[in-house]
């Protein structure tokens, strides 16, 4: 999703990049990423390579920290050989998920599963590598055009008439990978601070609050009326409510995934907006990509 958005937009934007899919580079093999940044001689690397099946990485640990872990080390190494910025997108997995108030960018870290300590040891190899050339940009929640992701999940789910049992006690930011990539591009070209920042959007909501915006969506495009306000049939499609304990996964989900945005303000570049809007201006192009 990442990868293919900010392709898209360096296109847009007219910038000079390279590239490299997963069949075109291995970044669990430390000599190919050497080469190929020594070849490449960029300025700027952003790596959107990840294992991100969270649910898997409980059994696959290993496999999941030679590239979310070693992979990004690789990436780090030949950026500092070769004096290139770092852009290393992360994860809110890193943190415990159990606060009450939006986590800080240097708020501590505690991840509660295999996923989020393969993602913390990512950043903490790229921190130590280039403790000021590198970019750590955690989102969560994503969704977009490409790949497979909740908001399409439910879409397919709206298309076929059924109405899903989707948690409502997991709080967290739906995030366009859009809008991620546009922060992105933002910290590069106005030279930001090195650091953390948090690329989600404003606000928060629950799975369930999100899925009702989709089947909203789906059920009337464009418009704003509440499911309230629909025909019968249409309610009877609503999703339902239910509870993490309904719907037991190997992995533990954080229950509280919501992240603070003050670096943004702190380099003067505005965070992502709200949520909800996000999803409106993504859904035009989600329903076009026609693979939901």
Known sequence: MLGRDFTALLIARGEEFTPLARADLDITNAGAVTAAVASVKPDVVVNCAAWTAVDAAEEHEAEALAINGKGAANLAAACAEAGALLVHPSTDYVFGGDARTPYAEEAPTAPAGAYG???????????????????????AWLYGAHGKN???????????????????????????????????????????????????????TTWYGLAEEIFRLHQDPGQN???SSQSEERQRLAPRP??????????????????????????GIQPIGDWKDALHRAFPEILNQGDA
């Open 150 to 204: 909740f908001v399409k999940t439910m879409l397919r789910l709206a298309s076929n008439g059924i109405a899903p049992g989707v948690v409502a006690d997991q709080h967290g930011q739906p995030t366009w990978t859009a809008d991620v990539a546009e922060q992105i591009h933002a910290l590069i070209t106005v030279s930001a601070p090195p650091g953390i920042y948090h690329a989600t959007s404003s606000g928060q």
């Open 225 to 227: 009326q509440d499911l």
């Open 117 to 139: 300590r393969t993602k913390l040891a990512g950043e903490q190899a790229v921190r130590a590598a280039l403790p000021g050339a590198s970019y750590i940009v955690r989102t």
């Open 242 to 267: 239910i509870t993490t304990a309904d719907y037991p996964t190997p992995a533990k989900r954080p229950a509280y995934s919501v992240l603070a945005h003050d670096a943004w303000h702190a380099a």
